[in-house]
Nanobody, 122 residues
Framework: VQLQASGGGLVQAGGSLRLSCAVS????????MGWFRQAPGKEREFVAS????????YYADSVRGRFTISRDNAKNTVYLQMNSLKPEDTAAYYC????????????????WGQGTQVTVSS
């Protein structure tokens, strides 16, 4: 299973970005999908996740109400819409494939994409 993340960039505080993660080499609906992020000098942390059907979504408290995770099973792609961005959202963002229910912890995700950098200027 290969994951290809894209959509990162430089944005001013208050702005928006949409990350995409295209999945290939497996059955997309076999997996819940997650987004994680890692800032320099910090551990990788959970951002959001979604069940295989899209019926259940989960968010870190720090992003709830600002970020929205979604998936298009016809396109084998998961998205992360990020609004009202803050400088503290600056990090490399990683997508991952894991348990179908979408509620797994970081260690339960089996496949990872490369990071896409998000930088929010103040």
């Amino acid at each position: 299973v290969q994951l290809q993340a894209s959509g990162g960039g430089l944005v001013q505080a208050g702005g928006s970005l949409r990350l995409s993660c295209a999945v290939s080499g497996g059955t997309f609906t076999s997996y819940g999908m997650g987004w994680f992020r890692q800032a320099p000098g910090k551990e990788r942390e959970f951002v959001a996740s979604i069940s295989w059907s899209g019926g259940s979504t989960y968010y870190a408290d720090s992003v709830r109400g600002r970020f929205t995770i979604s998936r298009d099973n016809a396109k084998n792609t998961v998205y992360l819409q990020m609004n009202s961005l803050k400088p503290e959202d600056t990090a490399a963002y990683y997508c991952a494939a894991g348990p179908r229910h979408g509620a797994g912890s970081l260690g339960e995700y089996d496949y990872w994409g490369q990071g896409t950098q998000v930088t929010v200027s103040s």
